[in-house]
Each structure stands twice: as C-alpha cells, then as structure tokens.
Nanobody, 117 residues
C-alpha cells in the first residue's frame, strides 16, 4: 500500500492542525493505521493508531489533544491536533499495518509540523 501524507505546517502554540493521509489499495478498511513522529534528537514515537474496528490508541503525551480517525470510503486516515505545544514539533508519518502481519509495514513520506512558542 502507498501512503501520501499532507497537512503539516507552522502554527502557534495553542493552535490546531489536521493531518491527512491518503492510501492506495483495495483493502484499506482491513489495515491498522497509525501516525508516528520523529523530532530532532528524539526517538521515533507512535502518536496514535486506529485499527479496523476503529479502536484507538494514543500516546500519553497527546491524549485529550489529538484525535485519530479514518474514512474507509476515502481510503484516508486523519490526525486532528489541537492545543499544540512546541514539543509537538516533529516530522509526522502515517503508516499502515497489514492485517496478516504484525506492526506497521508501509510508510508514507513525512510532513513537518512546527509549533512556535
């Protein structure tokens, strides 16, 4: 599956951004989907994920501020980010997990989110 993420940009602290990721493939609805981020000098981090049954997971650092959702008709996954903080600054990647495999197996290019203080 191929993934195309977009929606990053520069925003002030306290602001919001919505990331989108469009995927190819005919079996999108069966994939687990996730958003990761990579900040300078920090570990690659799973921010949020959503499975085929729309069960969600959030990292503690974003709980209550970020919302992941999916649209199986549009083959898309979204990340609504509210109350952004400078520490949310990172390159954000969407990823897809094949239902027959574990983890996440396909990755899109990143989109940069910069939060100014």
């Amino acid at each position: 599956v191929q993934l195309q993420a977009y929606g990053g940009g520069l925003v002030q602290a306290g602001g919001s951004l919505r990331l989108s990721c469009v995927t190819s493939g005919r079996t999108f609805s069966s994939y687990r989907m996730g958003w990761f981020r990579q900040a300078p000098r920090k570990e690659h981090e799973l921010v949020a994920s959503i499975n085929r049954n729309s069960r969600t997971y959030y990292a503690d650092s974003v709980k209550g501020r970020f919302t992941i959702s999916r649209d199986n008709v549009k083959n898309s996954v979204y990340l609504q980010m509210n109350s952004l903080k400078p520490e949310d600054t990172a390159v954000y990647y969407c990823a897809a997990g094949d239902p027959d495999l574990t983890g996440f197996n396909s990755w899109g290019q990143g989109t940069l989110v910069t939060v100014s203080s």
